[in-house]
């Protein structure tokens, strides 16, 4: 199985809201990351979890805060989102953090902040 | 660091068609390379990947590349393309130290496969 899935594909949320962005992967990795990315433009990395702790933050925002409850499972609890905050979120998985391993994407969360 | 430079933002292409998309990167360390592609609405799949050894690449779909390190190239090639491989793709690289997360990415290709 060398699948990551993300859920919910699509959500709309008011600027005021809470909500949480879930992944999962079953292959064993141990890295796991969260990306943005906007339309027509490449993803950019928010976060990365290496065993389950946070090893990364690229300097998000706090209204954007990563969970990781066990090795298979990547949240990102939403906010106070700004309109701006519009995306399709990508998680991704590899083995470890390190170069040579390839990353697993997901098939994203289409957020629509309004 | 790494950076990553994709020459073509849009390439158009006949079916049956070769096509070339060109990449350049730029890193003081050895890297490791990469293709992903991306089909509308979806997440990235990884087309072929170069860590180390033969510098000619075989991927998925009839993809390969080809890893030229005087140069700092590594150019995706097809032989023959279909409708179906009408999609964005991404080049990227990571440096091959141990501690070296971060993916970097080239702006991306609009290949478009027109009938």
Same mark, same amino acid.
């Given at each position: 199985?060398?699948?990551?899935?993300?859920?919910?594909?699509? !959500?709309?949320?008011?600027?005021?809201?809470?909500?949480?962005?879930?992944?999962?992967?079953?292959?064993?990795?141990?890295?796991? *990351?969260? *990306?943005?990315?906007?339309?027509?433009?490449?993803?950019? !990395?928010?976060?990365?979890?290496?065993?389950?702790?946070?090893?990364?933050?690229?300097?998000?925002?706090?209204?954007?805060?990563?969970?990781?409850?066990?090795?298979?499972? !990547?949240?990102?609890?939403?906010?106070? !989102?700004?309109?701006?905050?519009?995306?399709?979120?990508?998680?991704?998985?590899?083995?470890?953090?390190?170069?040579?391993?390839?990353?697993?994407?997901?098939?994203?969360?289409?957020?629509?902040?309004? | 660091?790494?950076?990553?430079?994709?020459?073509? @933002?849009?390439?158009?292409?006949?079916?049956?068609?070769?096509?070339?998309?060109?990449?350049?990167? @730029?890193?003081?360390?050895?890297?490791?390379?990469?293709?992903?592609?991306?089909?509308?609405?979806?997440?990235?799949?990884?087309?072929?990947?170069?860590?180390?050894? @033969?510098?000619?690449?075989?991927?998925?779909?009839?993809?390969?590349?080809?890893?030229?390190?005087?140069?700092?190239?590594?150019?995706?090639?097809?032989?023959?393309?279909?409708?179906?491989?009408?999609?964005?793709?991404?080049?990227?690289?990571?440096?091959?130290?141990?501690?070296?997360?971060?993916?970097?990415?080239?702006?991306?290709?609009?290949?478009?496969?027109?009938?």
């Amino acid at each position: 199985d060398t699948e990551v899935t993300q859920t919910p594909k699509h !959500l709309v949320m008011g600027m005021t809201n809470k909500k949480s962005l879930k992944c999962e992967q079953h292959m064993g990795h141990r890295a796991m *990351y969260w *990306y943005k990315q906007k339309a027509k433009k490449p993803p950019e !990395l928010m976060f990365v979890y290496s065993y389950e702790k946070l090893s990364i933050n690229e300097s998000v925002p706090s209204r954007f805060s990563p969970e990781c409850p066990n090795s298979s499972l !990547l949240n990102l609890h939403l906010h106070a !989102l700004q309109p701006e905050d519009s995306a399709l979120y990508l998680c991704a998985s590899s083995q470890g953090t390190g170069g040579g391993y390839e990353q697993y994407f997901g098939p994203g969360t289409r957020l629509t902040v309004t | 660091a790494q950076s990553v430079t994709q020459l073509d @933002s849009q390439v158009p292409v006949f079916e049956e068609a070769p096509v070339e998309l060109r990449c350049n990167y @730029s890193s003081s360390v050895s890297v490791y390379l990469f293709w992903y592609v991306q089909y509308p609405n979806q997440g990235l799949q990884l087309l072929l990947k170069y860590l180390s050894g @033969s510098t000619l690449v075989k991927g998925i779909n009839g993809f390969e590349a080809e890893f030229n390190k005087s140069q700092t190239s590594f150019h995706l090639r097809k032989p023959s393309v279909h409708i179906s491989d009408t999609a964005e793709y991404f080049c990227a690289v990571r440096g091959s130290g141990g501690s070296n997360y971060k993916l970097t990415f080239g702006k991306g290709t609009l290949l478009t496969v027109n009938p």
